[in-house]
């Protein structure tokens, strides 16, 4: 079984497990599932499985599609939040469907998300563990622009916990259904949290950069919550401050510091800092034998780097 | 081991297990759960485990625990849709923390249920049904108000998945914990889906008749969301119709429709309908040997009933 065979049995488990008989429930979840998105976090997941010599793609698919889903729920509560109304180049749930079903189907994805899980017990707590960390790195987010105190170290906080987090579960999960000893399974989380790490410092950049039609999403959300690595890099904290002022989503404000910080290095420094984390995540991959799936491994984590959206 | 004790050990479960080093969701999590609200469910599922003989409560607190949490996970989340400002006779959390975060602690407090569930691998399946039947009810409750669609009948797939489909898991798993045979959890189960349903109408009857301060939440709320029992009781939907347009928040609307509910026979009916649960669910309990916990479910059955609030 090839690694297109494993995500295309990821995709159609997400897709069962979300066929409610509640209209509304069924298609807001169809309609964020069909938009796409990059599935990284669950091809890290049946990659390691796959280096690590797992053949049973019936086995390990489940876990990774519940791993997308916690992803894909915290999305369409982020979106909710954030007002944001453009999701993978789609309308956002609560843009079609409104705040209330926008809840409830993040509500859902979440609860399925045990489902899926169930009968998986060990790995059950790493997931969970993820999930709460993710929970509370969107909660210190939020925080840190609530408390105008937005600094290099609390931004790098908050996507340890949002996002690196996750990342690493991906991967670790992957390892320990494959049945690796603790030292691989110890590596390949390493290397899940160096690229989780590296993704969102791109994302927060891209986010500054592109726009929203090559974005997929609704561009400078991001900055305008005041997070965004650039944002925290510059002037390490101060110009953190100036962001985190923005909130009142002035867009004169917002023009004036998106200019600002695009002229200078941090987008650069932040750039050559992803860069280091994939190059961190790929020596990671030395305990692995020689595959196709290490290869891909290793072109997952430039992927990520190298990515325009 | 006393059934004090026991609910001591669930409460004890519950104020750790959300002891983040996140601080907003530390102390949201335990603002809401100070407030204490009547621990129906917990109290089932350690009377069901102790009416068919188990002993070990630090076996089978983390799980009662678990299903409070997804009762508390949807209330949090509940009062940002209906905008109910008290609860449990406090500010509800979004009302204190605002929406943004109030949907995290939501979110927080169901990642926590996984947690706490992470190593019962078959009681899993359970409660992830349960959970995602609470919000399809959810769901159902809003799209009926939304399509002005809120008969009867609708009313009573509504309750079932948000309220007895809980209930129903929360004595199942009791029975389950306690290693009962197949035919004594189906009786359990039958009890607490019965006793869900009366608990829900109750609900709803008295979020017409009780005011704020006694019921310790934001009265007519349910009524400004279409829902509530005797609405759709009253002429069978015609009322309910009526009520699903109070949704445009007209006090002078609300209160004429209220009055008109409170002088028809709606609230008794819903009252007889209600009572007529209780002895069903109470019939099922026939299975049980005679104890103290078996003396316990019958008092709960009418105590939910019989409540003022």
Known sequence: MTIQ?????????????????????????????????KRVRPRLTMLAYSA?????????????????LVHTASVVHDDINDHGVVRRGRPSVNAIWGRTFALLTGDFLFT??????????????????????????ETLQAAAVKENNFT????????????????????????KLAHADEKVIEALGQY???????????????DLTADTAKLGKTSGIDLAQGRGYVAAYANNGHTGVAVAEAVVEDSDLMTSIKAKLLKGDAINEARIQARTLAQTAIACLDVLPESQAKRELIDLANMVVDRDH
Chains 1, 2 share one sequence.
Do not use: C, W
Not at 9 to 35: C, G, P, Y
Not at 59 to 65: F, L
Not at 192 to 206: C, E, M, N, R, T
């Open 112 to 137: 399925k998300v045990y489902e899926l899980m169930a009968s998986y017990k060990d790995l059950n707590i790493d997931l969970a563990e993820a999930t709460v960390a993710l929970v509370e790195g």
């Open 192 to 206: 899940g949290y160096s690229v989780g790490l590296a993704f969102q410092i791109i994302d927060d950049i891209l």
């Open 52 to 68: 690590l010599g797992g053949t049973d793609y019936t086995y390990a698919a489940p876990p990774a599609a519940a791993i997308e």
């Open 5 to 37: 065979e494993a995500m295309q049995s990821v995709e159609n488990i997400m897709f069962e497990v979300v066929n409610s008989d509640v209209k509304t429930l069924r298609e807001a979840s169809r309609h964020i599932l069909d938009a796409g998105g």
């Open 152 to 175: 290099r170290e609390v931004y790098y906080q908050i996507i340890a916990r949002k996002t690196a987090a996750l990342f690493k579960s991906a991967a670790t999960i992957g390892a």
